[in-house]
């Protein structure tokens, strides 16, 4: 499809980035990116049912985008602090 080409990483998030919000869009948030992981998000909060998959309290989600995807690491804060129920 369009050999030869390199694509560049997505310009909005950087790799280890910290951001935290509740059930609203944070600030800078690229719109598509929120779209995809806003369901994820709201799985995360206490009242929410919760499969995880690396530890208690953390979920993977993803941007879809297929070219420049990014993969989040969702962790539920407890106390201010993330992590581990």
């Known amino acids: 499809m369009c050999e030869g080409r390199a694509?560049?990483?997505c310009g909005t998030f950087a790799d280890g980035q910290v951001l935290e919000t509740g059930a609203?869009?944070?600030d800078r948030f690229c719109?598509?990116?929120w779209a995809d992981v806003q369901r994820?998000?709201?799985m995360m909060r206490p009242v929410?049912?919760?499969d995880c998959l690396i530890h208690p309290g953390t979920r993977l989600s993803a941007c879809i985008d297929?070219?420049?995807p990014?993969?989040?690491l969702l962790e539920r804060l407890q106390n201010g602090k993330g992590g581990t129920e």
């Open 70 to 72: 990014v993969v989040f």
């Open 40 to 42: 994820d998000v709201t």
């Open 7 to 9: 694509f560049d990483v």
């Open 24 to 26: 609203c869009k944070p």
């Open 48 to 50: 929410g049912a919760l």
């Open 31 to 33: 719109s598509w990116a």
């Open 66 to 68: 297929g070219i420049k």
